[in-house]
């Protein structure tokens, strides 16, 4: 099987995109968290349908925040404060 190059990315490259250490993806595939593709012994790809799986199995949710616009009645004190 060869994996065309926009469907797999480097281990330095899946490591960015999910925001941890080479070191860290490198443990996930070792664990079988995300799928590879080898060509050769030493070339390690990530497989990006893999990866995206794995993003969307660990999202975590985003705290919801109120915006406070600069311009709305006390807006600046409530920022600055």
Known sequence: MVAPRGKRLTVAEAAQEIGVSEKRTRQLIKDGELPVYK???????????????????????????????????????????
């Open 39 to 81: 060509p050769t012994e030493r070339k390690t790809y990530v497989l990006r349908a893999g990866l995206d799986a794995f993003m969307s199995k660990h999202q975590t949710p985003q705290p919801m925040t109120p915006r406070v616009e600069p311009w709305e009645k006390g807006g600046l004190s409530r920022i600055r404060s």
